[in-house]
């Protein structure tokens, strides 16, 4: 089956799309990847999604507009990459989605929204399409995330040791395959949110994001700052446990910078990569992780990944690419995934790292103009492999 998969993360700065040849082979899911497109959203749209996100005010005429002008994005990116990546033809397509609001309550998930309506997808490609992915890993008791982790459970299973992967963007999050116990899995904390904000606000807008890492490169770790940041109760926290920019944005640092001198712009952005790092690793640690395996934009930030490298000490930080899975699609292709299990009547979730109370199958459909793709599978994948 030929499956797309659309995402845009919690930096919300492109729409990235990944397609994918996937089949069963015996007890193995089998991946191959057709290739990866990215298309940024427009300034309009980023700067209206950007004024209605958390801790802003919003009202629901702008989440309807915003709803629909996302769905129309996403479908536009998912008409380039059936005719440029699936030669004109996809059997499926799985949206993300844009995450607007994550409810934790006493570190217990409530409910999570995802914008941009599915039926323009749907209407602009005659592709039945997989989305809302999360919710029913909530209405389990999941947390909803990190929904990578059966991908990452899949694929890095047998390797040996206690791999871990690492996705480094809005959010990091973590998922640790030990070879006896079961997978855990969860959101260490912020990695490019205060990082991609306090460069904004420092740089009056000039810069959207710490581009080579030049900011934290000339910078020096602020100590009182650093401590501060660090003695966030949510880093204490048991997993299963998810966060987003609910809790991680401006204002939040803000907050603990109250009463502090004048601390250097680029003393700021070295601070809160720094701590980026240190979590990370903490949480890399606290587990017996024996490699981590990295994923995500927040990968191209020379400055943060010498710092987390630096943070872990002896255990090696590779880039999925190194293993055959490029970086920048590796979310969208886990999704692909996702769908394409959906449509199998398989679960998509892994209880152990989200959660929840049984293992769900994920997502709403949307059908195509042609008949749905429903196909039963005798047995759930026992690994995932790229071919």
């Known amino acids: 089956m ?31 990847p057709l290739g990866m497109l990215s298309r940024p959203y427009s300034s309009e749209l980023r700067d ?23 769905g129309q994005a996403f479908a536009e990116v998912a008409v380039q990459a059936v005719e440029q990546l699936c030669g004109g033809h996809a059997d499926l397509i799985v949206s993300h989605g844009q995450t607007v609001f994550h409810w934790v309550d006493e570190g217990v998930v409530r409910g999570t929204l ?13 592709t039945a399409v997989v989305s809302d992915l999360r919710s029913r890993d909530v209405a389990a008791g999941g947390q909803g995330a990190p929904l990578v982790s059966l991908f990452d459970t899949l694929w890095l299973r047998g390797r040996g040791g206690t791999p871990v992967a690492l996705n480094l963007g809005g959010i990091a999050n973590i998922t640790v395959v030990p070879a006896v116990d079961e997978p855990v899995a969860f959101d260490t904390g912020p990695a490019n949110a205060l990082i991609d904000a306090v460069v904004g606000e420092l740089t009056a807008g000039r810069l959207a994001f710490d581009a080579d890492g030049l900011m934290a490169g000339r910078g020096t770790i602020h100590p009182e700052l650093f401590a501060r940041l660090m003695a966030e109760p949510y880093y204490a926290r048991p997993a299963p446990k998810s966060t987003g920019k609910e809790l991680f944005h401006l204002s939040y640092l803000a907050e603990r910078m109250q009463g502090l001198p004048e601390i250097a712009p680029d003393d700021v952005v070295a601070t809160v990569t720094a701590l980026t790092a240190r979590t990370v690793a ?7 992780g024996t490699e981590v395996i990295a994923a995500g934009g927040g990968i191209r930030n020379p400055a943060l990944m010498h710092r987390l490298g630096w943070e872990l000490g002896d255990l090696p930080l590779l880039s999925t690419d190194e293993l055959g899975l490029p970086s920048a699609a590796k979310e969208a292709y886990a999704f692909a995934v996702l769908g394409f299990l959906t449509v199998h009547g398989l679960a998509g979730t892994v209880p152990s790292c989200t959660g929840a109370r049984h293992a769900s199958v994920l997502g709403s459909i949307t ?3 042609g008949p749905l793709p429903l196909t039963a599978a005798a047995t759930f994948p026992a690994s995932l492999r790229l071919t």
Do not use: C, H, N
Request: proline share 5%; hydrophobic share 45%; aromatic share 6%.
């Open 114 to 126: 995802q914008i941009g309506q599915p039926a323009w997808i749907a209407e602009a490609t005659g």
């Open 2 to 32: 030929r499956v797309i998969g659309l995402m845009s993360g919690t930096s919300y700065d492109a729409i990235d799309a990944a397609a994918a040849e996937l089949s069963f082979e015996g007890d193995q899911l089998l991946l191959q």
């Open 282 to 288: 903490d949480a890399v640690k606290a587990y017996g």
């Open 367 to 369: 059908p195509g103009r």
């Open 48 to 70: 209206a999604l950007a004024a209605a996100l958390p801790p802003a005010s919003t009202s629901l005429e702008a989440v309807t507009r915003l709803d629909t002008g996302i």
